[in-house]
């Protein structure tokens, strides 16, 4: 077996939050960089609010490059 090179310890200095993302997912490839985005759906406030109807929205709220 070859040797690998060891591999570097994983932090979280940042305490990076976990973001509910259970909508759509698209994954967008240019060049040698991958774009993935993930949505969460949401009922869009301004109608809940004004009239209480629910109109479900996908928000992006991730997006990694």
């Given at each position: 077996?070859?040797?690998?090179?060891e591999?570097?310890?994983?932090t979280?200095p940042?305490?990076?939050?976990?973001?509910?993302?259970?909508?759509?997912?698209?994954?967008?490839?240019?060049?040698?960089l991958?774009?993935?985005?993930?949505?969460?759906?949401?009922?869009?406030?301004t109608?809940?609010?004004?009239?209480?109807?629910?109109?479900?929205?996908a928000?992006?709220?991730?997006?990694?490059?």
């Amino acid at each position: 077996m070859p040797d690998q090179p060891e591999q570097a310890a994983v932090t979280d200095p940042d305490n990076i939050p976990e973001i509910p993302c259970d909508g759509q997912v698209n994954v967008s490839v240019t060049g040698n960089l991958a774009t993935l985005t993930f949505t969460h759906v949401r009922p869009d406030a301004t109608k809940m609010f004004k009239d209480g109807t629910i109109d479900p929205r996908a928000v992006v709220r991730a997006r990694i490059v």
